[in-house]
C-alpha cells in the first residue's frame, strides 16, 4: 500500500506542476503536442484535439510539450525541444504565432511560473483542507528551561533551570529571536556546529555559548534541556482554520526557501535533504501515522517542488525564466549559449540527485 500511495502521490504533484505549464500555454493559444505524466515507454494514451494526453513507464517525472520554434529547414525538425527538454521528432505545421517563442516574453514567463504556482496552489488547498479536517492549532510554549541533564553541553556552560531562551546566534553570525520551542527545532535543524543563546535570567540578560553533540537515540543534535510547559490546542471556526491553512502554506514556503539557502550555504549538508529514496522512507513513516499526516506530507512535498523549481538553473523553471529575462535586457536571444548552459545544469542536477540518492541509501544502512 506505501509503494501505490508513493507512486499516486510523486504521479499526482508532476501531473499537477505540468497541468499549470499546459493550461497556461493553452490560454495563449499555444500549441501543445503532447502531456505526458512519466517517461519511458507509453503505458496509456489518448489523443485529444491537438493534444496527445499518455503515461508513461517511469512516474519520476513528466513534461508538457510545446513546440518551440519553427524549424529553418526540414532537416533541423528533428533538433526542436519541448519547454521541459523533451527531445520530438517532428514539428506540427503551426503557425509561428503559436510556438512558445512566437509569443511575448511576458507570456512566456507566466507559462514557465504557472507550474510552480500550481503546486502552490495545491499545497494550500491540502493544508486549507487538514486544518479544517482537525480543526484545532497548536499552541507551543514558551522555550523556558525546566531541567538540565547533568554533564550535558548546556550543564558545562552555566545553563540554570528556569532560564528562558529568547534569541539564538548562530555560527554564520544569523540571529534568530525564539518566541516558542517549534522556533527553536525548526531553527537548530537549519544550521550546524556552536551557537550562542542568549537567555533570561532573573531580568538579566545572559549570553551562553553552547555546542551540541549528536544522539544516537533521539538522532539529533541535543544540548541537554528539557523544557518547561506543555502543548495545548485551540478550537478553530471555519475562518479561522481556512486563515490557518493559508498561514501554514506561506510559512512552509518560508521554510523551504531557508533549508535551500541553508543548504547552498554548508550550513546543513546532504545528510539533512531526503531524494526519491529518502521521500519513500518518508512516506512510510507518515503513513503509521494515518492519512492526515500522509496529505501533509504531500503538501509539503508540493511546495517544495514550488520553490526548487523557481531556483535560477537552467533544468527548472526559474533558470528559463532567468534566461527569458536576460533576453529582454540584451534584445537577442542565443540558442547556442542556453544550449550550453542547459547541458552542465542537467550534468550538475543528475550528479547532485546521485549524491542524494547515495546518502539516502547510506541512511537505511545505517
Not at 502531456?35 to 496509456?44: E, H, M, Q, W
Not at 516574453?105 to 510552480?116: H, N
Request: glycine letters at 8%.
Amino acid at each position: 500500500m506505501t509503494f501505490v500511495l508513493f507512486i499516486l502521490m510523486i504521479g499526482v504533484l508532476i501531473a499537477f506542476h505540468e497541468l499549470g505549464h499546459m493550461l497556461a500555454a493553452k490560454a495563449f493559444n499555444i500549441y501543445v503536442s503532447e502531456f505526458a505524466i512519466g517517461f519511458g515507454p507509453k503505458l496509456f494514451s489518448r489523443q485529444g484535439k491537438e493534444t496527445l494526453y499518455t503515461v508513461r513507464a517511469i512516474p519520476f517525472g513528466g513534461f508538457t510539450a510545446m513546440v518551440e520554434d519553427l524549424p529553418k529547414e526540414q532537416e533541423d525538425s528533428e533538433e526542436e525541444n519541448s519547454s521541459v527538454g523533451e527531445v520530438r521528432k517532428t514539428v506540427p505545421d503551426v503557425d509561428v504565432k503559436r510556438t512558445f517563442y512566437g509569443v511575448s516574453a511576458f507570456k512566456r514567463i507566466i507559462i514557465l511560473l504557472a507550474g510552480p504556482v500550481f503546486n502552490f496552489l495545491m499545497a494550500m488547498v491540502i493544508f486549507v483542507s487538514i486544518f479544517n479536517a482537525v480543526r484545532v492549532k497548536t499552541i507551543y510554549p514558551k522555550p523556558v528551561i525546566e531541567k538540565v541533564t547533568e554533564n550535558s553541553p548546556a550543564y558545562d556552560a552555566g545553563v540554570m533551570v528556569n532560564d528562558e531562551i529568547i534569541a539564538i546566534t548562530y555560527s554564520d553570525g544569523t540571529k534568530v529571536e525564539m518566541e516558542t520551542i517549534y522556533d527553536i527545532a525548526v531553527n537548530n535543524s537549519l544550521h550546524k556546529g556552536a551557537y550562542t543563546m542568549t537567555i533570561l535570567r532573573d531580568g538579566e540578560i545572559l549570553e551562553i555559548k553552547v555546542e551540541p553533540i549528536y544522539d544516537e537515540q533521539s538522532k539529533n543534535y541535543m544540548i541537554g534541556v528539557v523544557f518547561a510547559g506543555d502543548i495545548t490546542y485551540q478550537k478553530l471556526t471555519f475562518f479561522e482554520a481556512t486563515w490557518e491553512g493559508i498561514r501554514h502554506t506561506f510559512e512552509s514556503v518560508y521554510l523551504t526557501v531557508k533549508s535551500i539557502i541553508a543548504m547552498i550555504t554548508g550550513r546543513i549538508g546532504l545528510e539533512n535533504v531526503s531524494g526519491i529514496v529518502g521521500m519513500y522512507s518518508i512516506t512510510e513513516e507518515s503513513l503509521s501515522y494515518g492519512l492526515l499526516s500522509y496529505f501533509s506530507l504531500v503538501g509539503s512535498i508540493s511546495i517544495s517542488l514550488c520553490v526548487m523549481n523557481l531556483i535560477p538553473i537552467p533544468i527548472f523553471d526559474g533558470g528559463r525564466i532567468l534566461m527569458t529575462l536576460l533576453e529582454v535586457i540584451t534584445g537577442r536571444r542565443d540558442e547556442k549559449l542556453e544550449s550550453i548552459v542547459l547541458t552542465i545544469s542537467m550534468i550538475l542536477v543528475l550528479g547532485l540527485f546521485i549524491l542524494i540518492t547515495i546518502s539516502d541509501i547510506g541512511k537505511l544502512f545505517n
